[in-house]
């Protein structure tokens, strides 16, 4: 099954999308009707089903941009580090930044894919399912470089990457903007820890 093109989407379909967003998140899927949507957006329910066959096709299309956004971000994240030829700290810390204020800053549509995506049908979850897969990869084969040129241990590299995800991903549920320590900070302890441990030197 072909993924929706969502490249030269009508400005009114955008804009419809975000409205959507806003209420899948307030009310949740399952909550929120065409109707709703209609009347947000503020067109008839009619010129909705123009651009949007039911709201299944507009859980799909959001999950689809959430997709490609995180993994643009992780992508670049990486290029520009291997780039910079900076120390395997710098590089970790700058990748898990990048990816990690993205994926921040894009936390309601974290939310919607976290507790929505299971109402999209099982062909149309897999397409989202598959974005996460890519995204894994692409920072899972920048590792397996790092180890092949001695920067890293040679070690699991699935393991190590699932740590590494699973670490950050759950600054979704507890990190607070304007607390006393901000992204960059956490991300720095994170690497540092990954890096060095945290054994005292007594128990050396």
């Known amino acids: 099954m072909a993924r929706k093109d969502i490249s030269n989407m009508h400005e009114t379909a955008q804009i419809i999308l975000e409205k ?6 307030e009310k949740g899927y399952e909550r929120s ?9 503020g067109i008839s329910k009619a010129a909705l ?9 507009i859980l799909f299309t959001l999950c689809v941009q959430a997709g490609e956004i995180v993994n643009e971000d992780m992508r670049m994240a990486i290029f520009r580090s291997e780039s910079s030829h900076a120390s395997i700290r710098e ?36 397409i ?10 692409q920072f899972k084969n920048y590792i ?3 180890m092949k040129l001695g ?19 759950w600054l979704y549920f507890w990190y607070r903007e304007g607390g006393p320590l901000g ?8 690497v540092d820890y990954f890096l060095y441990g945290v054994i005292g030197e007594d128990e050396e």
Do not use: W
């Open 49 to 57: 089903y123009h651009h949007f066959k039911n709201k299944e096709e």
């Open 183 to 190: 992204v960059r900070d956490i991300i720095e302890y994170i």
């Open 128 to 137: 989202i399912v598959n974005y996460e897969r890519t995204n894994v990869a």
């Open 20 to 25: 959507a967003h806003e209420l899948f998140v």
């Open 91 to 126: 590089q970790l810390i700058n990748i898990l930044y990048d990816y990690t204020t993205g994926y921040l800053k894009h936390k309601n549509f974290n939310k919607v894919l976290f507790f929505e995506i299971e109402s999209l049908p099982p062909e149309k979850r897999d």
């Open 151 to 169: 920067k890293l241990k040679d070690t699991n590299a699935t393991v190590l990457t699932f740590c590494f995800f699973a670490t950050v991903q």
């Open 144 to 146: 397996k470089r790092m």
């Open 33 to 41: 009707s065409m109707r709703e949507i209609a009347e947000r957006v």
